[in-house]
């Protein structure tokens, strides 16, 4: 399994960021896949969670609104598309599978909200 983010950097508060997690080595489709998150200091978070096919998606209470998972099956490929960002989303994000009882993570990738 092998799980590679990428999409962060820095951007403006009230800005906007695409994160893209491309999975391989395992048959994408046929799982959920989830966002977390890990700010400075604080313990990893969960962002959003989307189903194997794309029909569900939960986020936490706080992202609702603003952030948005999405899949592409046939990129095996997700995404979190981020928006009205403030200081306070500065995390790393990573992207997660779950199998066989197991959590996959991928290497992370900065994102950093400051003006």
């Known amino acids: 399994v092998q799980l590679v983010e990428s999409g962060g950097g820095l951007v403006q508060p009230g800005g906007s960021l695409r994160l893209s997690c491309a999975a391989s080595?395992?048959?994408?489709?046929?799982?959920?896949m989830s966002w977390y998150r890990q700010a400075p200091g604080k313990e990893r978070e969960l962002v959003a969670t989307?189903?194997?096919?794309?029909?569900?998606?939960n986020y936490v209470d706080s992202m609702k609104g603003r952030f948005t998972i999405s899949r592409d099956n046939a990129k095996n490929t997700v995404y979190l598309q981020m928006n009205s960002l403030t200081p306070e989303d500065t995390a790393v994000y990573y992207c997660n599978l779950l199998r066989f009882g197991r959590r996959y993570w991928g290497q992370g990738t900065q994102v950093t909200v400051s003006s």
């Open positions: 989307i189903t194997s096919a794309g029909g569900s998606t």
């Open positions: 080595g395992f048959t994408f489709s046929s799982y959920a």
